[in-house]
């Protein structure tokens, strides 16, 4: 599967964003896709996830209740709202996507990866 995300940018503290991840290629219906996030000088960590056959979705703690992801079947893309945005939000956010994802929150349970979107928020 090959992915493509886009969307991020640059947005002030309590504002919203979206980004997207489109994939292409072998994309099954039963692949799970995730959204991480990395900081300077930071781990990449988890941030959502969604199993695309069922559409149960996953989050992390830090942005429960903020962000939200979505799937778009016609589209084959993966969207992340991103909602009341903090500073500490800043990172490259990247998509993912595997077939035999078990814990969603664990990178190395995905198989391809999409470049990465910036998303900054400023103070």
């Known amino acids: 599967v090959q992915l493509q995300a886009s969307g991020g940018g640059l947005v002030q503290a309590g504002g919203s964003l979206r980004i997207s991840c489109a994939a292409s290629g072998r994309t099954f219906s039963w692949l799970t896709y995730g959204w991480f996030r990395q900081a300077p000088g930071k781990e990449r960590e988890f941030v959502a996830a969604?199993?695309?056959?069922?559409?149960?979705?996953y989050y992390a703690d830090p942005v429960k209740e903020r962000f939200t992801i979505s799937r778009d079947n016609a589209k084959n893309t993966v969207y992340l709202q991103m909602n009341s945005l903090k500073p500490e939000d800043t990172a490259v956010y990247y998509c993912?996507?595997?077939?035999?994802?078990?814990?969603?929150?664990?990178?190395?349970?995905?198989?391809?990866w999409g470049q990465g979107t910036l998303v900054t928020v400023s103070s």
């Open positions: 993912a996507a595997g077939q035999t994802v078990v814990d969603v929150t664990s990178p190395s349970e995905y198989d391809d």
């Open positions: 969604v199993r695309w056959r069922t559409g149960s979705t």
